[in-house]
């Protein structure tokens, strides 16, 4: 299913129907100026202006948490700078710390890229955790910063 988008970012209040079954599925971050899709399957954050939006995206592609960071249209950089590639579910919750993402439902395809999310950072012994409780996804450190 990888790789996917780890940010969408738009100002319709509404999607046509590919674009949103391309995104069922996915954990991203989303940012909205004006409405929102109802549809989208994660919940957005909203913003006043365009400028608020590109500044704050900004803001989030600049964050490292646990010795990882972003290194976008690759995946992510690890401490000992080995990049891992695949891991748009992961992206998206990084630039969503520390609030992370509410998605609309937790439906099975979620739960599964939730899962995916936990075994890579397992896998590549990272300092960080997926948490999950009702509607909402976190990546939260659990050793050094």
């Given at each position: 299913?990888?790789?996917?988008?780890?940010?969408?970012?738009?100002?319709?209040?509404?999607?046509?129907?590919?674009?949103?079954?391309?995104?069922?599925?996915?954990?991203?971050?989303?940012?909205?100026?004006q409405?929102?899709?109802?549809?989208?399957?994660?919940?957005?954050?909203?913003?006043?202006?365009?400028?608020?939006?590109?500044?704050?995206?900004?803001?989030?592609?600049?964050?490292?948490?646990?010795?990882?960071?972003?290194?976008?249209?690759?995946?992510?950089?690890?401490?000992?700078?080995?990049?891992?590639?695949?891991?748009?579910?992961?992206?998206?919750?990084?630039?969503?710390?520390?609030?992370?993402?509410e998605?609309?439902?937790?439906e099975?395809?979620?739960?599964?890229?939730?899962?995916?999310?936990?075994l890579?950072?397992?896998?590549?012994?990272?300092?960080?955790?997926?948490?999950?409780?009702?509607?909402?996804?976190?990546?939260?450190?659990?050793?050094?910063?």
């Open positions: 299913m990888d790789p996917g988008p780890w940010v969408v970012a738009g100002g319709e209040s509404a999607l046509p129907g590919p674009a949103l079954d391309a995104l069922r599925g996915r954990l991203f971050a989303a940012h909205w100026v409405e929102p899709p109802a549809a989208l399957p994660v919940l957005p954050m909203r913003h006043p202006s365009w400028r608020e939006l590109v500044d704050v995206l900004e803001q989030r592609l600049a964050v490292r948490l646990g010795g990882v960071r972003l290194a976008p249209g690759r995946g992510l950089v690890l401490p000992d700078g080995a990049i891992i590639t695949h891991t748009s579910s992961l992206e998206g919750l990084l630039v969503a710390y520390p609030d992370g993402l998605v609309a439902r937790m099975p395809r979620l739960r599964a890229a939730v899962r995916r999310a936990a890579t950072l397992e896998r590549h012994h990272l300092p960080l955790k997926v948490v999950s409780e009702d509607c909402r996804v976190a990546v939260v450190v659990t050793g050094p910063r």
